[in-house]
């Protein structure tokens, strides 16, 4: 399933300082959709190159973390549950900033 995955926020700089990724995801075998639970642990082993516990807190995204699937927020789509398709565009930016 192909997808653009969008870093911000700082978050970019956990995957070697790039915004955009285009990537080609398949679901578990045995599984026809990709969720965004699945999602996640792609990202945690094929993006996130560095310091994981700034994006991922369990098997969701660290609190302060906000996360749109084609610019609606992922809560109100089903969140970890949300079922993916084919070209979604899901950005992730983080809200959280040192001071």
Do not use: A, Y
């Not at 679901?27 to 945690?44: F, I």
């Not at 994981?52 to 302060?64: C, Y």
């Not at 809560?75 to 949300?82: F, K, M, N, P, R």
């Amino acid at each position: 399933m192909h997808l653009t995955l969008e870093f911000g926020g700082g978050l970019e700089l956990l995957c070697q300082s790039t915004k955009i990724h285009s990537v080609d995801v398949k679901p578990k075998p045995g599984q026809d959709k990709l969720t965004m639970r699945d999602l996640l642990v792609w990202v945690k082993s094929n993006l996130i190159k560095e310091r994981p516990e700034m994006f991922i807190k369990g098997d969701s995204v660290r609190p302060g973390v906000l996360v749109l699937i084609n610019d609606c927020d992922w809560e109100l789509c089903g969140s970890l549950d949300t079922e993916l398709e084919e070209k979604d565009n899901v950005v992730f930016i983080s809200t959280l900033h040192g001071g």
